[in-house]
C-alpha cells in the first residue's frame, strides 16, 4: 500500500462531496455505506473506507490523520466540528506532505 496515494484517493473523494454525520450519503441526502456505488458525499473516515482498504490499510491511514489532530480528536469528531471541508483537506494536506 502507497500512503501517499491513498490519502490522495481520500482526498479526492472529500473535494467530490463532503458530508457531515453520516459516513456517506447519495445524491437524495440519504445514508448509505461508503462504499455504496451510489453513495456520492463522505465524512472523512467514509471516504478513507471508500477506499476498500483492509484493516491494517485503514489503521495506517487513520493514525497517520489522527497524530496530526491538533487535540486529542477521533477524526469523526474533527469532521463534524467543521464548517467546511478546507479544514479536513488541509489535514490530509499535511499528512500528503509528511509522506
Known sequence: MQI???LE?????LTAGWCQGSWALNANGMAVESTSPTAC???LMGAIYS???PYMGRAIITKRLEDLLPEELLLTEFNDYQTSRDP???LIDKAIAAC
Open 41 to 43: 458525499k463522505w465524512c
Open 51 to 53: 477506499l476498500g482498504l
Open 4 to 6: 501517499k496515494s491513498e
Open 9 to 13: 484517493k481520500v482526498k479526492a473523494r
Open 88 to 90: 479536513i483537506l488541509a
